[in-house]
């Protein structure tokens, strides 16, 4: 079954904006083959918001480094100005220490790179006809408060500390998502992973011979602290804190101490975040959680939205055969965007059948498979049990913070509207098939990395690009 990936550059954004956001995430899509699910699979490797073409948010030019406006660079007759370089090397000297060690001058000429690299791709989504609707980027923002567990105002606040607008943001992620659809449609249908290879790495991973990327997965209770919050009051949030931890460590059930004390969404799952790579959580948790063996409890650890108890509910490797994950039984209903179905009426019809399904006027399983656009139509909208990973993220993200039962608001994605509905949760070893397929992921990763830089190399090459004078 082939699969599709790119990159997930919206949680990169958070990461970038606030400290405590999460890594960079992969994105992608699996057509149906012979399963029925379609638009909503996921698979392919991640890529560091410090590679090559991948964009970091823009913010102030250096107090004492040149202001006046000129054109440093040409990428197909398109301008790159000087501003533009000084404000993206002033947040990576923000985001990035190590990069002070650089001296300015060689700063600018890299980013000058990235810059060029970047508008040349976005060029090619142009010509292609990628183009990005503004409820993509308001659900984009969304995610991005979510992952660093903040509301949207206190994100825009934030980010206005830092010298940056809401235009400004919301323009960098319409470039973020526009890289990701055009890497996605460029990059993903070259990789071919074989049987023969995947047999190979499984060999290799029961020889311990194979080189797995180490997973996790960690469920929280978040005590939330206002942003002018006084001491006084960051003091009782913080003893508030300190006593779940001691209850949870003193054998109390974590699930339960999340669901009636934290105050983050994920509290309707027990404080769950799911299994998935270590570089898809925020680094605070990672690092607060290295040696903590499983069932292990810590905190509270404090982030910039509050101080958060951490259970570790499993450790594993991508692509094990001996790691129990949790598993979700999910079902779903997609009406895809076309010239007759826009966005918006997509919305409002996904929110009139939630409507009737909850007033018991309506069955999800009737609805989709008379309405849904997807291949699972004919199964009600049922996609059986799903894996952590196996989503691409804005479906996975939406479908973790629902309790079985639960039907989610219409979720936005590159493939249309969803109403998602879970219908349970299991914790459970992967069998053999869905072994190769974890296989087979963590080996299209790799691939995938490798021919992205490749078609990065390409899209630079073909670019007329004239450098004018250096920036500073």
Not at 18 to 28: E, K
Not at 151 to 158: A, K, M, T
Not at 377 to 393: E, M, T
């Amino acid at each position: 079954m082939k699969r599709f990936r790119s990159t997930a550059i919206w949680a990169c954004l958070g990461a970038l904006m606030l400290a405590s956001a999460a890594q960079a995430q992969g994105l992608g899509l699996r057509p149906s083959g012979g399963t029925g699910i379609t638009d909503i699979m996921r698979g392919g490797p991640r890529v560091n918001a410090t590679a090559p073409g991948a964009a970091v948010p823009a913010a102030p030019v250096v107090t004492g480094q040149r202001s006046a406006e000129y054109i440093v660079a040409l990428v197909n007759s398109e301008p790159i100005t000087n501003t533009e370089v000084q404000k993206r090397a002033t947040r990576i000297l923000q985001q990035n220490p190590d990069a002070q060690r650089l001296p300015r001058p060689e700063l600018n000429r890299l980013v000058l790179e990235r810059l060029v690299s970047e508008r040349a791709q976005l060029q090619v989504a142009k010509e292609v006809g990628i183009k990005i609707d503004d409820l993509a980027i308001d659900q984009a923002e969304q995610l991005v408060a979510r992952q660093n567990q903040v509301s949207l105002d206190d994100l825009y606040r934030r980010i206005a500390a830092d010298g940056i607008t809401k235009q400004e943001f919301r323009a960098d992620l319409r470039d973020q998502l526009t890289l990701t659809r055009v890497r996605e449609r460029e990059v993903n249908s070259r990789v071919k992973v074989s049987d023969t290879e995947v047999e190979q790495f499984l060999q290799e991973q029961r020889s311990g011979n194979a080189a797995l990327s180490p997973e996790i997965n960690l469920a929280h209770v978040m005590v939330a602290v206002p942003e002018d919050a006084s001491e006084a009051q960051v003091k009782a949030l913080q003893q508030k804190a300190q006593g779940i931890a001691q209850r949870a460590i003193a054998g109390e059930d974590f699930a339960k101490l999340a669901s009636e004390n934290s105050d983050s969404p994920d509290r309707a799952n027990g404080g769950a975040l799911g299994l998935r790579s270590a570089d898809r959580y925020p680094p605070l948790f990672v690092e607060a959680t290295q040696a903590t063996p499983v069932n292990g409890i810590v905190g509270p650890v404090r982030s910039g939205a509050g101080f958060h108890v951490i259970k570790v509910l499993a450790k594993g490797r991508a692509g094990s055969a001996e790691g129990v994950v949790t598993q979700t039984q999910v079902r779903h209903l997609l009406l895809r965007n076309d010239e007759k179905r826009s966005t918006a009426q997509a919305i409002a019809q996904l929110a009139e059948f939630k409507r009737r399904i909850q007033a018991g006027t309506a069955d999800f399983a009737g609805l989709a498979r008379d309405n849904s656009e997807d291949g699972s139509a004919k199964d009600g909208g049922d996609l059986g049990w799903g894996r952590p990973g196996q989503f691409v993220p804005e479906f996975e993200e939406a479908m973790d913070r629902l309790a079985p039962g639960q039907i989610s608001d219409p979720v936005v994605s590159r493939f249309g509207v969803h109403l998602i509905q879970v219908l349970g949760r299991r914790e459970a070893k992967l069998s053999q098939t869905e072994q190769r397929e974890a296989a087979r992921a963590v080996l299209k990763d790799k691939k995938t990395d490798e021919a992205f830089e490749t078609w990065v190399q390409e899209t630079r090459g073909r670019a007329y690009v004239e450098l004018r004078e250096p920036p500073q």
